[in-house]
C-alpha cells in the first residue's frame, strides 16, 4: 500500500514501568505495579517489570537505534518512586541523574524528549498512607513531585504530560480491578473497593492534580508546552437510530469527554452528569484551574467499536461490539481488546477537531500486536506483516484527515519502540517496532514495520537507504 508522506513529526513511545527494569536499583522506592505484579495471579505467568527490558542500562544502545531509524522525538515517562522513593520528601539524586542522563543523550542523538510525569506507577509509600487517588491528599503530593521534575528538566524538555490515560488507569484499576491497585465491588478478583463510586472519586482528583501541576509548570518552564494523555476508542453508532446515535456519542463522552470536557469547555458533559448523581461539583475556582490547562490535544488511539443502547448498562446506558450482522468491524490483533480499523481513526481525528476547537493534536499513542506474535520465533517474527499494514492503513487516515479534513496533526508516536512488559498481560503480548529477544539476552532486532516508518518519514531518498543500513547494523545492539 502506498502511503502519502506525512507531514508532520514522528516518533517512538515507552513507559518507565514498562522497559526500565533496575526496579531495587539506585534508590528507586516501590509503586503500586510492583506491589501488584508481586502478587500471585494477578499478572500473566507471574510476569513482573523486575527487568522489564533493562532501558535503564540499555538506554544508550536504544537511543542509537532511534537515531539510526530517523526518530525525531522519544515519549518516555519518570518513575516517580525513582525520583521521590516515598512519594514525597526526599529526592533521590540517583533517580534524577539517571534522566538527566537519558535528556542529555537524545539531545545529543538530536531527538526532543517529551515527558510524561504519570504513567501508572503511584509510589506504594502513598497507597498505603492515605489510598493514593482515592484521596485529595494526593494533588498536592503530585504537584510537588511535579515542580522537582520542572526544576531538574524543564531546561532541556518542552514537551510534557501530566497523566496517561487516566481513562485506563482509573477503569481498570478501581472498576475492574485487572491492573494496579487492584480495586473493584467483585470479591473474586479483588479484596476491597466499590466500583460503583471510586472511579469518580479518582477521576476528579487525578484532574484536579493535573491543573494543580499545570500551575506550577508555567510558572516554572514559561516557554514549555504542557498536556494531558487522553485515550479514546471510536464509536460507531450501530444502526441508524437516534438511540444507538446517542449511545455512541455517551461512550465518546465517557471515555474521552469526562477528562476532556473539564479542560476545553468547562465541567463534566451533561450525558456523564446525568448518569452519575454521585459525580463530585467543581468549584468556580477548580473549574477555572482547569479549563486551559492544556496546550495541545495529546490523544491515544488504538481501536474502534460499534455502540448500541442499553439501558440495562449501568451507568452509560450502552454497549459495544466489534461485530455488526456478523461482519467484524475491522482485523482482529492480537489483544482481544484490539481491532484494526483504520477509518475509525480519521473519524475519531475530526471529532476531537470539531469538538474541542481544533487543538494542535499530537498523536502519543497509536499501535498494535501481531496475531500470534508471542508464539512464532525469530527471525520470522521480525517479518510483522499485520503491524507494518496497520501502521500503513492509519497513518493513510491520518493523512486524510489533515487534508480533507482540516485537522491540525503536530505529531505521531509509534507504540512502542521496544517490546516490554504489557502491565497484566506481562510479555505474552508485543507492541514494539523492535523485537525484544527475551529467551536471548534481550537482544533488539528491528522488525518490518520499523524499517516501514523510517523510509516512510525519512527526509530524502538518499537518507532513507542510510538510515536503514545503519539501522540494520545497531538493532542487535545488547
Given at each position: 500500500?502506498?502511503?502519502q508522506?506525512p507531514n508532520?513529526?514522528?516518533?517512538?513511545a515507552?513507559?518507565?514501568?514498562?522497559v526500565e527494569g533496575a526496579?531495587?536499583?539506585d534508590?528507586?522506592?516501590m509503586?503500586?505495579?510492583?506491589?501488584f505484579?508481586?502478587?500471585?495471579?494477578?499478572?500473566?505467568?507471574?510476569?513482573?517489570?523486575?527487568?522489564?527490558?533493562d532501558?535503564?542500562?540499555?538506554?544508550?544502545?536504544?537511543i542509537?537505534?532511534m537515531?539510526?531509524l530517523?526518530?525525531?522525538?522519544?515519549?518516555?515517562?519518570?518513575?516517580?518512586p525513582?525520583?521521590?522513593?516515598?512519594?514525597?520528601?526526599?529526592?533521590n539524586?540517583?533517580?534524577?541523574q539517571f534522566?538527566n542522563?537519558?535528556?542529555d543523550?537524545?539531545?545529543?542523538?538530536g531527538?526532543?524528549?517529551?515527558?510524561t510525569?504519570y504513567?501508572?506507577?503511584l509510589?506504594q509509600?502513598l497507597?498505603?498512607?492515605?489510598?493514593?487517588?482515592?484521596s485529595?491528599?494526593?494533588i498536592?503530593d503530585f504537584?510537588?513531585y511535579?515542580e522537582v521534575c520542572?526544576?531538574?528538566?524543564?531546561?532541556?524538555?518542552?514537551?510534557?504530560?501530566t497523566?496517561?490515560?487516566?481513562?485506563?488507569?482509573?477503569?481498570?484499576?478501581?472498576?475492574?480491578?485487572?491492573?494496579?491497585?487492584?480495586?473493584?465491588?467483585d470479591?473474586?478478583i479483588?479484596?476491597?473497593g466499590?466500583s460503583?463510586?471510586?472511579?469518580?472519586v479518582?477521576?476528579?482528583?487525578?484532574?484536579?492534580?493535573?491543573?494543580?501541576?499545570?500551575?506550577?509548570f508555567?510558572?516554572l518552564?514559561?516557554?514549555?508546552?504542557?498536556?494531558?494523555?487522553?485515550?479514546?476508542e471510536?464509536?460507531?453508532?450501530?444502526t441508524?437510530?437516534?438511540?444507538d446515535?446517542?449511545?455512541?456519542?455517551?461512550?465518546l463522552?465517557f471515555?474521552?469527554?469526562?477528562?476532556?470536557?473539564?479542560?476545553?469547555?468547562g465541567?463534566?458533559?451533561?450525558?456523564?452528569?446525568?448518569?452519575?448523581?454521585?459525580?463530585?461539583e467543581?468549584?468556580?475556582?477548580?473549574?477555572a484551574?482547569?479549563?486551559?490547562s492544556?496546550?495541545?490535544?495529546a490523544?491515544?488511539h488504538?481501536?474502534?467499536?460499534?455502540?448500541?443502547?442499553d439501558?440495562?448498562?449501568?451507568?452509560?446506558?450502552l454497549?459495544t461490539?466489534?461485530?455488526?450482522?456478523g461482519k467484524?468491524i475491522g482485523k482482529?490483533a492480537d489483544?482481544?481488546?484490539l481491532?484494526?480499523v483504520?477509518?475509525?481513526?480519521?473519524?475519531?481525528l475530526a471529532?476531537?477537531?470539531?469538538?474541542?476547537g481544533?487543538?494542535?493534536?499530537w498523536?502519543?499513542?497509536?499501535?498494535?500486536?501481531?496475531?500470534?506474535?508471542?508464539?512464532?520465533?525469530?527471525?520470522?517474527?521480525v517479518?510483522?506483516d499485520?503491524?507494518?499494514?496497520?501502521?500503513q492503513?492509519?497513518?493513510?487516515?491520518?493523512m486524510?484527515?489533515?487534508?480533507e479534513d482540516?485537522?491540525?496533526?503536530r505529531?505521531?508516536?509509534?507504540?512502542?519502540i521496544?517490546?516490554?512488559?504489557?502491565?497484566?498481560?506481562?510479555?505474552?503480548?508485543?507492541f514494539g517496532?523492535v523485537y525484544?529477544?527475551?529467551?536471548n539476552?534481550?537482544?533488539?532486532?528491528?522488525?518490518?514495520?520499523?524499517?516501514?516508518?523510517a523510509?516512510l518519514?525519512?527526509?530524502e531518498?538518499?537518507?532513507?537507504a542510510?538510515?536503514?543500513?545503519?539501522?540494520?547494523?545497531?538493532?542487535?545492539i545488547?
Open positions: 500500500m502506498k502511503v508522506k508532520f513529526l514522528w516518533g517512538v515507552s513507559a518507565a514501568y514498562q526496579y531495587k536499583e534508590g528507586r522506592g509503586s503500586i505495579w510492583d506491589t505484579s508481586h502478587t500471585p495471579g494477578k499478572t500473566a505467568q507471574g510476569h513482573t517489570g523486575d527487568v522489564a527490558v532501558f535503564y542500562h540499555r538506554y544508550e544502545a536504544d542509537a537505534i537515531k539510526s530517523g526518530v525525531k522525538m522519544f515519549r518516555f515517562s519518570i518513575s516517580w525513582r525520583i521521590l522513593p516515598q512519594g514525597t520528601g526526599r529526592v539524586k540517583l533517580g534524577l534522566y542522563k537519558l535528556i543523550a537524545l539531545l545529543a542523538a531527538i526532543e524528549p517529551h515527558v510525569l504513567h501508572w506507577d509510589p509509600p497507597q498505603d498512607k492515605y489510598g493514593g487517588w482515592l485529595d491528599k494526593s498536592k504537584a510537588m511535579a520542572f526544576k531538574a528538566f524543564g531546561d532541556r524538555v518542552s514537551f510534557w504530560t497523566f496517561n490515560e487516566p481513562w485506563s488507569f482509573i477503569w481498570i484499576g478501581y472498576g475492574m480491578g485487572t491492573h494496579a491497585p487492584g480495586r473493584c465491588s470479591r473474586t479483588c479484596a476491597e466499590d460503583s463510586k471510586e472511579p469518580w479518582v477521576t476528579h482528583n487525578v484532574l484536579l492534580a493535573h491543573a494543580a501541576a499545570v500551575e506550577r508555567r510558572a518552564v514559561p516557554h514549555g508546552n504542557v498536556s494531558i494523555n487522553l485515550n479514546s471510536w464509536s460507531e453508532p450501530m441508524s437510530s437516534v438511540a446515535k446517542e449511545a455512541a456519542q455517551r461512550n463522552d471515555v474521552l469527554g469526562i477528562y476532556a470536557d473539564p479542560i476545553y469547555l465541567d463534566y458533559p451533561a450525558s456523564v452528569r446525568h448518569r452519575i448523581p454521585d459525580l463530585p467543581f468549584t468556580a475556582e477548580q473549574r484551574s482547569l479549563k486551559g492544556t496546550d495541545y490535544f490523544l491515544n488504538y481501536t474502534s467499536r460499534f455502540v448500541s443502547d439501558e440495562d448498562a449501568i451507568p452509560t446506558g454497549t461490539h466489534i461485530q455488526h450482522n467484524a482482529q489483544s482481544e481488546w481491532v484494526s483504520p477509518w475509525g481513526f480519521r473519524r475519531l471529532y476531537v477537531h470539531r469538538r474541542y481544533a487543538p494542535e493534536i498523536v502519543t499513542e497509536n499501535g498494535c500486536d501481531v496475531p500470534g506474535e508471542d508464539q512464532m520465533a525469530f527471525p520470522a517474527v517479518e510483522d499485520f503491524r507494518l499494514a496497520f501502521y492503513e492509519y497513518l493513510a487516515e491520518a486524510k484527515a489533515v487534508s482540516g485537522v491540525n496533526i505529531g505521531y508516536f509509534a507504540w512502542s521496544l517490546d516490554n512488559f504489557e502491565w497484566a498481560d506481562g510479555y505474552t503480548k508485543r517496532i525484544v529477544d527475551y529467551k539476552g534481550l537482544l533488539r532486532h528491528l522488525k518490518a514495520s520499523a524499517k516501514f516508518l523510509a518519514f525519512a527526509p531518498p538518499a537518507a532513507t542510510s538510515a536503514a543500513a545503519a539501522a540494520m547494523q545497531t538493532a542487535t545488547e
